[in-house]
């Protein structure tokens, strides 16, 4: 960034930053492989480096651009230490996937390092249809993710998707039921969308939902729903990917 002003631009005092590329999970619906060839990582030290560049320049706040920041957690836990023990802390955001192995102490260093936003891909409070997206945790699993972030008072997110190939009416009623019920550990739902199929993935072409009527339903009861029960939303993402 040698050579900018940061003062031409409107939102002058976040930049991004990237910790890794690709991803370490294969979701079946996620085109994430198809962009990303393989999963690399930075060295915390190199990632420590460049903040303090960024800050000798005036710029504190940070958003990761990782598909997963907790992908490597000995890594993720290297780099709140470093930067605890050279800036205290230093605002930043990020995109996070539920892992059961993740200890509480590293959700309280991720705290103190400055964390103050995550976001979580759920996709589904209901464990058949978790396991046909193939995301690698339960609900049981991902209601112990959010009690620790809770804990170690983290602000976070999450994204659902309704209307996943071979979900069953039984199985939307269970996804919506663990979201009203867990809601006290759910700060804000930040994304809610009909499956939309991407060319590639692992995702059953012939479940192609952007115009399937079942799913738009669904899509429209979980709306209703959510905001019947008072659960903080983000407007803006709630059916931002469906075709017009
Ligand atoms: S949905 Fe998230 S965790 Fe799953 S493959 Fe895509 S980026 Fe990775």
Same mark, same amino acid.
């Given at each position: 960034?040698?050579?900018?002003?940061?003062?031409?631009?409107?939102?002058?005092?976040?930049?991004?930053?990237?910790?890794?590329?690709?991803?370490?999970?294969?979701?079946?619906?996620?085109?994430?492989?198809?962009?990303?060839?393989?999963?690399?990582?930075?060295?915390?030290?190199?990632?420590? =480096?460049?903040?303090?560049?960024? #800050?000798?320049?005036?710029?504190?706040?940070?958003? %990761?651009?990782? +598909? !997963? $920041?907790?992908?490597?957690?000995?890594?993720?836990?290297?780099?709140?230490?470093?930067?605890?023990?050279?800036?205290?802390?230093?605002?930043?955001?990020?995109?996070?996937?539920?892992?059961?192995?993740?200890?509480?102490?590293?959700?309280?260093?991720?705290?103190?390092?400055?964390?103050?936003?995550?976001?979580?891909?759920?996709?589904?409070?209901?464990?058949?249809?978790?396991?046909?997206?193939?995301?690698?945790?339960?609900?049981? =699993?991902?209601?112990?993710?959010? #009690?620790?972030?809770?804990?170690?008072?983290?602000? %976070?997110?999450? +994204? !659902? $998707?309704?209307?996943?190939?071979?979900?069953?009416?039984?199985?939307?009623?269970?996804?919506?039921?663990?979201?009203?019920?867990?809601?006290?550990?759910?700060?804000?739902?930040?994304?809610?969308?009909?499956?939309?199929?991407?060319?590639?993935?692992?995702?059953?072409?012939?479940?192609?939902?952007?115009?399937?009527?079942?799913?738009?339903?669904?899509?429209?009861?979980?709306?209703?729903?959510?905001?019947?029960?008072?659960?903080?939303?983000?407007?803006?993402?709630?059916?931002?990917?469906?075709?017009?």
């Amino acid at each position: 960034y040698d050579g900018i002003d940061f003062q031409d631009y409107p939102r002058n005092d976040a930049l991004p930053l990237q910790f890794s590329r690709g991803c370490i999970r294969n979701c079946a619906f996620c085109s994430e492989r198809l962009l990303y060839k393989g999963f690399r990582m930075r060295e915390p030290q190199a990632v420590v =480096d460049e903040i303090s560049y960024y #800050r000798s320049r005036g710029i504190n706040n940070f958003i %990761f651009f990782d +598909s !997963m $920041i907790n992908a490597d957690i000995k890594k993720l836990e290297d780099l709140c230490n470093k930067v605890i023990a050279n800036f205290s802390k230093v605002n930043w955001e990020a995109q996070i996937a539920i892992r059961p192995d993740m200890p509480q102490r590293l959700f309280d260093k991720m705290k103190q390092s400055g964390c103050y936003n995550l976001f979580v891909g759920l996709e589904s409070g209901c464990d058949d249809t978790l396991k046909r997206m193939k995301k690698g945790y339960s609900t049981e =699993d991902a209601l112990g993710f959010f #009690r620790k972030l809770k804990a170690a008072g983290l602000y %976070f997110g999450i +994204s !659902m $998707i309704v209307g996943y190939p071979g979900e069953t009416g039984k199985d939307f009623r269970d996804s919506l039921d663990f979201i009203i019920r867990n809601k006290e550990f759910i700060p804000k739902i930040e994304q809610v969308n009909p499956f939309t199929y991407y060319e590639g993935t692992q995702a059953d072409k012939k479940y192609d939902y952007k115009v399937n009527r079942i799913s738009l339903k669904r899509f429209n009861i979980f709306i209703e729903e959510i905001r019947r029960n008072r659960i903080k939303h983000t407007n803006a993402f709630l059916g931002n990917l469906i075709e017009k």
